[in-house]
Every structure is written in C-alpha cells, then in structure tokens.
C-alpha cells in the first residue's frame, strides 16, 4: 500500500498465534495480557526474539549509568543550584525529576525493551513517526563532534598535571602577560568592600575581581592564551595546535580500540568507567571538608534563597538540567533498553537510575563547593567571585583551587583522571550507539554496508575528527559553543522529548502503552505516568524552551554574528526536521485517503516476540524472520 524506506518489509500476520509448535491456542489481548497475569511470574520470558540479552541486569545498570552521568553532573548542577538559591533549587530540581525526567527516561527504556529494536527501528510502533529515529542519530552525531573536546581539554590539564608547581599556578612563562599575577588575595579583598560597577557581573568566567583593577590569575592566562590560545571571534580562525591535534587524536584512538569490537571491547571497560569516578568523587569529598572553609562552602551551597522560587528562570534551569544530565532524546537509552529481557522490571530500573543520576549530581556540589569554600578563604573573598559556569569550573575555578593545595600535583591528577573517565564511558556508548544505527541502516550490497565493522567505526570517528579541528583553532571555542547550544542540547533535546511523549500518549496510546508495561512487568505503573507522557510533559518542554530562549553569548561579552546564529540554527533545524520531513515524505508517497494513510502508517510493525498477546482477531504487520533475508547481516552490539 505504501512505500517503506526501511530495511524489512513488513509481512502481515492473520491470525495471531504463538510460534510454538503445534499450540493453536488463542491469545488474550494486550490491554488484558491475561496469558501473562496469571503466571504471575515477572521471570517468565516471552517471544521468541533473536535479539541478544543482558548477561546480567547489572551490565543495563552500570551501561546507563556510564551513559547519562557525565560532566555536567559535576560541574552543571552545583552551579545552577548556586546560581538559583541553594538549597530552594532542590524543590523545582526533584518536581522536575517527577515530571519530567523519569516519565520520559522510563518511556525511553520501556519502550526498547518492548519493542526489542534500537535507533530508528523501535519507531515501529508508529513507523510514520521514523524520523524521531533520524532525529536521534543526527543528534547523537553532532554530541559525539563536540563532547569529545572535553575530553581532550582534560587530557591536555592531565598531561601538564604531573609538574611541580603546576603551570597554571605561576606566571612568567611565554603565555602569560604582564598583568598576571598569582596574589591576588588583597585586590580581590579591597574590591569586594567597593560596589560593583553596573553591568558587571561577578560571575563571569573570565572576569573577576581581578579585571577591574587590569590584573589577570595565571590559572585563567592559561586556560585563555595556552589552551584555547581565544581569538577575538567566530570569524577569527587563526591557526591550528599541534599540542592540541595530538590531544584530540590521542582520545579519539581511545574511543576507536574502546568500540571497534563492540561489546567484545567495550564491556570490557564499562565497569571501570562508571565506577572509577564514583571513586575519585569520594576522596576529593573526603580531602575536600578537612580544608579550612570547606563548611562556609558547603553551608553556602545549601543556603536556601526563598525568594527566588518565584522566578521563571529557576524552573527553566531545573527542567533543562534534567534532560540534559538524563540523556533524554538521544536514542541511546532506548536502544540500551533493547537488550533487556522482556520481562525486565524496567520500571523499578528508571526510578534506581533516576536516584543514582540525581544523587550523583547532588553529592557533587559538596565536592565542589567544599573546595570552593576552601579557595574563597584562602583569598579572602565571597564565594560568588570563585564559583563559576560549564567549562569554567572544572578548567578555572576548580584548577586553581588545587594549586592552592599541599599536594597540588596529586589532587590535579586524580581531578582531571576522573573528568576524563566520566567523559569516556559517555562518548563510548554515543558513538557505539551512532555506529549500531548506521550499520542497522546501511543497504548490505552498498560500499560501507559491505565493509567490516572496524572500518565503518574508524571511517566514523575520522569523520568526527576531521570536523573537531575546527574546534582546536583560536576560534574554536567559538565554534565549541555553537555545537553545545543549538547541536545537541537545549531545544533539539526538548523538541525530540516532547515528540516522543506526543507519539507515544497520542497516537499509540498512552493506556495502550501501560498495558503492554503491564505485559512485560506483571503490574501497571502508576497511573502519574501516563498523565505525564499525555499532558505535564509535552506542554512543559515546549514552553520551557520558548519561553529560555536567547541570542548565544560568549563570557557574556562576546555576541555572535547573525551568519554565526544562522549556522546555529542550521544545526539545530537538521535534526529538529528529520520529524515533520519525514511525517510528510510518507504520507505524500502513500495511497489511498488521507485517512486511509494515517490508519495504515500509524499501524505498528510488531516483532515475532509480540505474537503472544497481540489481539488474535486483528491483522497485524510483522518483521520478516531473520532467515528469509539471507543476503542481510545485522550487527548489533550490546553496549
């Protein structure tokens, strides 16, 4: 009836029966799953399903946890908990988290395990909505591009860690300029007595209380004029660094050798890479409350600032760092959900990860504020002149506080090594991920369809390396910010959760789609779930993002050219298209009424492990058994 661009044509099914030998019994419909209730065995397994499991559940934990822990847990969230009233920041932060983040994590996972595909094809359960798939990858494309810069600043502060004293700890050397100084203790005390000059503001990463008398610390010369090495704009290129090229060649062979077998490489490493941090967090903790003014941080993080509840902006904050911290929208998670039993209790799943990612956040601003406490002491100043955003405090404000430690060269090590690992297991599952879709996709007879998979994962990653270089020029951090912003965060990740929840609540069914939970984990989750999915969450995101947006700033000085705003969207709009492109190529290349289209593009194609509790009266679309495509080598690694 309609032309499919998918890989497998659907093959229709009538009537509905198990695949098991000889039984001609019926089987009961899905919004009952009666076959399923009566067992009352959540360990019964269903289907008949090819697709690979979990070796053990703990591997889905520990996978997640590698995946949607990352960076901004540690230097994201402290500070917008700083920024938005302490301890106050917690109540919109955790309603969030109820709303919005696992609602939509959960919805992510259930629906891989129920539809046992990842990437594009778990859109089968309305395959007129492919392109949320599409979405995905072109998303996970663009973060895999520019996370991995991270990575490669850690490395670079890492490889200049094992020196004493540290280089960003003095002045004197060929980057720095007359006006750095390392005492500033007593310029930065006479400036916080005198009011602050207007349109000033305290928390700029590159503007402190230094500025204002023309004095600049050694830590942020180097972050500036030795590692950035910041050209006045987006339309200053100016040269490449070498230092920098083989930092960035350096983590992309790590992530290469890491995924090139799949999980045959990358198991291997997964446990060491979501635990090793947890490790590191716990001894910066500990080191970090026996400083002298650690508690002052502390206190200073949690001190509630009532009056800011009230602000649309800290709702805004909350509901952003949620999406961004849970990985939502990047297909990942559902594809990791993919290789789950069926009758894994995804459910209970959400609410551990939920609680780990968001525990992890919170315990991470005493890490941070401890040290931060202990710096303001040590320079005699307020704690809102060392607190810093993004980048900033894990490559300013934190590497200066280590060098005002005993023992500098140790804790710089231990803070870079832990940056760098939590990054690794994050890009690892991306690019892993991106690479499972791309092999799904390919046609087998084509070039890169037919080539071994160690090709296509190093012609990816040399992609990917290729447009990095933009990103080591004087002028990439430029370019970094115009990635992070539109690529892959913000509104691309909002607009792909709130079509995620719009087609799942309203054009699958929510209560369709509890019932098939039901099926899979013995019991319906709480009735908040669905309400979430249909009404709170879609309506949230949506006017979240409109209502936060603004023109991208750089250090909040530096304003980017329209030319560099309409490359921005560009990027966004590549992704954030793939979805109506798609709703609209399909329904035009259909036949029939218009309503006859959408009955017939909006009719999922189920899997030969559905058969078992799908309706027996009703025809359904199925994949074609794996044998019939002989022709079709389908790789799909566990990570």
Same mark, same amino acid.
């Given at each position: 009836?309609?032309?499919?661009?998918?890989?497998?044509?659907?093959?229709?099914?009538?009537?509905?029966?198990?695949?098991?030998?000889?039984?001609?019994?019926?089987?009961?419909?899905?919004?009952?799953?009666?076959?399923?209730?009566?067992?009352?065995?959540?360990?019964?397994?269903?289907?008949?399903?090819?697709?690979?499991?979990?070796?053990?559940?703990?591997?889905?934990?520990?996978?997640?946890?590698?995946?949607?822990?990352?960076?901004?847990?540690?230097?994201?969230?402290?500070?917008?908990?700083?920024?938005?009233?302490?301890?106050?920041?917690?109540?919109?932060?955790?309603?969030?988290?109820?709303?919005?983040?696992?609602?939509?994590?959960?919805?992510?996972?259930?629906?891989?395990?129920?539809?046992?595909?990842?990437?594009?094809?778990?859109?089968?359960?309305?395959?007129?909505?492919?392109?949320?798939? +599409? !979405?995905?990858? @072109? =998303? *996970?494309? $663009? /973060?895999?591009?520019?996370?991995?810069?991270?990575?490669?600043?850690?490395? #670079? &502060?890492?490889?200049?860690?094992?020196?004493?004293?540290?280089?960003?700890?003095?002045?004197?050397?060929?980057?720095?300029?007359?006006?750095?100084?390392?005492?500033?203790?007593?310029?930065?005390?006479?400036?916080?007595?005198?009011?602050?000059?207007?349109?000033?503001?305290?928390?700029?990463?590159?503007?402190?209380?230094?500025?204002?008398?023309?004095?600049?610390?050694?830590?942020?010369?180097?972050?500036?004029?030795?590692?950035?090495?910041?050209?006045?704009?987006?339309?200053?290129?100016?040269?490449?660094?070498?230092?920098?090229?083989?930092?960035? +060649? !350096?983590?992309? @062979? =790590? *992530?290469? $050798? /890491?995924?090139?077998?799949?999980?045959?490489?990358?198991?291997?490493?997964? #446990? &060491?890479?979501?635990?090793?941090?947890?490790?590191?967090?716990?001894?910066?903790?500990?080191?970090?409350?026996?400083?002298?003014?650690?508690?002052?941080?502390?206190?200073?993080?949690?001190?509630?600032?009532?009056?800011?509840?009230?602000?649309?902006?800290?709702?805004?904050?909350?509901?952003?760092?949620?999406?961004?911290?849970?990985?939502?929208?990047?297909?990942?998670?559902?594809?990791?959900?993919?290789?789950?039993?069926?009758?894994?209790?995804?459910?209970?799943?959400?609410?551990?990860?939920?609680?780990?990612?968001?525990?992890?956040?919170?315990?991470?601003?005493?890490? @941070?504020?401890?040290?931060?406490?202990?710096?303001?002491?040590?320079?005699?100043?307020?704690?809102?002149?060392?607190?810093?955003?993004?980048?900033?405090?894990?490559?300013?404000?934190?590497?200066?506080?280590?060098?005002?430690?005993?023992?500098?060269?140790?804790?710089?090590?231990?803070?870079?090594?832990?940056?760098?690992?939590?990054?690794?297991?994050?890009?690892?599952?991306?690019?892993?991920?991106?690479?499972?879709?791309?092999?799904?996709?390919?046609?087998?007879?084509?070039?890169?369809?037919?080539?071994?998979?160690?090709?296509?994962?190093?012609?990816?990653?040399?992609?990917?390396?290729?447009?990095?270089?933009?990103?080591?020029?004087?002028?990439?951090?430029?370019?970094?910010?115009?990635?992070?912003?539109?690529?892959?965060?913000?509104?691309?990740?909002?607009?792909?959760?709130?079509?995620?929840?719009?087609?799942?609540?309203?054009?699958?069914?929510?209560?369709?789609?509890?019932?098939?939970?039901?099926?899979?984990?013995?019991?319906?989750?709480?009735?908040?779930?669905?309400?979430?999915?249909?009404?709170?969450?879609?309506?949230?995101?949506?006017?979240?993002?409109?209502?936060?947006?603004?023109?991208?700033?750089?250090?909040?000085?530096?304003?980017?050219?329209?030319?560099?705003?309409?490359?921005?969207?560009?990027?966004?709009?590549?992704?954030?298209?793939?979805?109506?492109?798609?709703?609209?190529?399909?329904?035009?290349?259909?036949?029939?009424?218009?309503?006859?289209?959408?009955?017939?593009?909006?009719?999922?194609?189920?899997?030969?492990?559905?058969?078992?509790?799908?309706?027996?009266?009703?025809?359904?679309?199925?994949?074609?058994?794996?044998?019939?495509?002989?022709?079709?080598?389908?790789?799909?690694?566990?990570?």
């Amino acid at each position: 009836m309609c032309e499919d661009e998918s890989q497998e044509e659907a093959e229709v099914a009538r009537p509905l029966v198990s695949e098991t030998e000889g039984s001609g019994t019926e089987v009961a419909e899905p919004s009952v799953c009666m076959g399923l209730m009566k067992t009352g065995d959540p360990n019964t397994e269903l289907g008949h399903s090819e697709r690979q499991t979990w070796s053990r559940q703990m591997d889905f934990i520990m996978s997640c946890v590698g995946f949607a822990v990352g960076l901004g847990n540690v230097w994201r969230f402290p500070y917008l908990c700083f920024k938005n009233g302490g301890g106050v920041f917690l109540i919109p932060y955790v309603l969030m988290v109820f709303v919005g983040g696992v609602p939509v994590f959960f919805l992510e996972i259930a629906l891989g395990q129920f539809m046992k595909q990842g990437g594009v094809a778990t859109w089968n359960i309305a395959p007129l909505f492919k392109g949320l798939g +599409l !979405a995905s990858m @072109v =998303i *996970v494309f $663009f /973060c895999n591009t520019y996370y991995i810069m991270v990575l490669v600043w850690g490395l #670079y &502060f890492l490889a200049h860690s094992f020196t004493s004293p540290l280089p960003w700890a003095t002045c004197g050397h060929e980057w720095n300029t007359v006006n750095c100084t390392t005492n500033f203790s007593r310029v930065c005390f006479n400036q916080s007595l005198s009011p602050s000059p207007p349109n000033v503001s305290s928390l700029n990463t590159s503007a402190s209380c230094l500025e204002h008398t023309g004095l600049r610390s050694s830590v942020m010369e180097f972050w500036e004029r030795k590692v950035l090495r910041l050209s006045g704009g987006l339309d200053e290129v100016g040269d490449i660094s070498g230092y920098m090229v083989l930092c960035l +060649l !350096a983590t992309w @062979v =790590i *992530v290469y $050798f /890491c995924i090139w077998k799949g999980v045959k490489s990358a198991g291997k490493v997964v #446990y &060491f890479t979501a635990v090793f941090p947890y490790l590191v967090l716990v001894v910066l903790f500990v080191h970090g409350v026996s400083l002298p003014g650690a508690l002052n941080g502390i206190i200073y993080y949690l001190k509630p600032n009532w009056s800011k509840l009230s602000e649309a902006q800290v709702w805004i904050d909350a509901a952003t760092q949620i999406f961004f911290s849970y990985a939502i929208g990047l297909g990942a998670l559902t594809a990791l959900g993919s290789y789950n039993r069926f009758n894994n209790n995804c459910y209970q799943d959400a609410f551990i990860l939920a609680l780990i990612n968001s525990g992890t956040s919170f315990f991470a601003g005493f890490v @941070v504020f401890s040290v931060l406490g202990f710096m303001a002491a040590e320079q005699g100043v307020d704690i809102s002149n060392v607190a810093e955003s993004g980048p900033g405090l894990a490559f300013i404000a934190y590497p200066k506080a280590v060098s005002l430690m005993p023992l500098a060269p140790l804790w710089a090590v231990l803070f870079f090594l832990m940056l760098l690992v939590l990054g690794l297991d994050s890009q690892f599952v991306g690019v892993e991920g991106f690479i499972t879709g791309i092999m799904d996709m390919l046609p087998p007879k084509s070039f890169l369809g037919s080539q071994r998979r160690e090709v296509v994962v190093a012609i990816c990653c040399f992609t990917c390396f290729t447009i990095d270089l933009s990103m080591v020029t004087q002028g990439g951090m430029y370019v970094f910010q115009l990635f992070d912003y539109y690529s892959a965060s913000g509104i691309t990740l909002l607009w792909q959760a709130f079509w995620e929840c719009v087609v799942v609540a309203w054009v699958y069914g929510a209560d369709r789609f509890m019932d098939n939970v039901a099926c899979m984990i013995g019991y319906r989750p709480l009735p908040y779930m669905k309400w979430c999915w249909s009404y709170f969450t879609p309506v949230a995101v949506f006017l979240f993002h409109v209502v936060n947006y603004k023109r991208l700033v750089y250090n909040a000085v530096y304003v980017y050219p329209w030319w560099g705003e309409v490359l921005g969207w560009f990027l966004a709009l590549s992704s954030m298209l793939c979805i109506p492109l798609t709703v609209l190529y399909k329904l035009l290349h259909c036949k029939g009424t218009l309503m006859e289209r959408w009955q017939h593009l909006t009719t999922p194609i189920w899997g030969r492990h559905h058969l078992e509790f799908l309706p027996h009266e009703n025809e359904a679309r199925l994949l074609p058994k794996a044998e019939e495509n002989k022709t079709t080598l389908l790789y799909e690694s566990v990570i």
